[in-house]
């Protein structure tokens, strides 16, 4: 089981950028699509980008432009670059090791366990 661990999060102004990372433990990270999610007060978990095993990456409507996913193969780390910041980001964001290649398959996948998270706050 691959354990998960998220930094990076903080208090942030509108228009600011957070970097955030995810370091995962096992030999087997590079066989993993990555992927970040996250959750608002009160609302569902959303998928909000992912990364394939060969560097392909998808992202949501409501990122796209702003934020970049990558991955680091040799430091089992996942990033996710997030410019332009916006209230609405703010959530909780969580990363997660998986598989699939397209965006349903990513959003549907049932995971075993979550990490702890970080907490991402856009506000003047």
């Known amino acids: 089981q691959v354990q998960l661990v998220e930094s990076g999060g903080g208090l942030v102004q509108p228009g600011g950028s957070l970097r955030l990372s995810c370091v995962a433990s096992?030999?087997?990270?590079?066989?993993?699509?990555m992927a970040w999610y996250r959750q608002a007060p009160g609302k569902q978990r959303e998928l909000v980008a992912f990364?394939?095993?060969?560097?392909?990456?998808n992202y949501a409507d409501s990122v796209k432009g702003r934020f970049t996913i990558s991955r680091d193969n040799a430091e089992n780390t996942v990033y996710l670059q997030m410019n332009s910041l916006k209230p609405e980001d703010t959530a909780v964001y969580y990363c997660?090791?998986?598989?699939?290649?397209?965006?349903?398959?990513?959003?549907?996948?049932?995971?075993?366990?979550w990490g702890q998270g970080t907490q991402v706050t856009v506000s003047s």
């Open positions: 997660n090791a998986g598989y699939g290649s397209s965006w349903f398959d990513v959003s549907i996948y049932e995971y075993r366990s």
């Open positions: 096992g030999r087997r990270f590079s066989f993993y699509t």
């Open positions: 990364i394939t095993t060969g560097g392909s990456t």
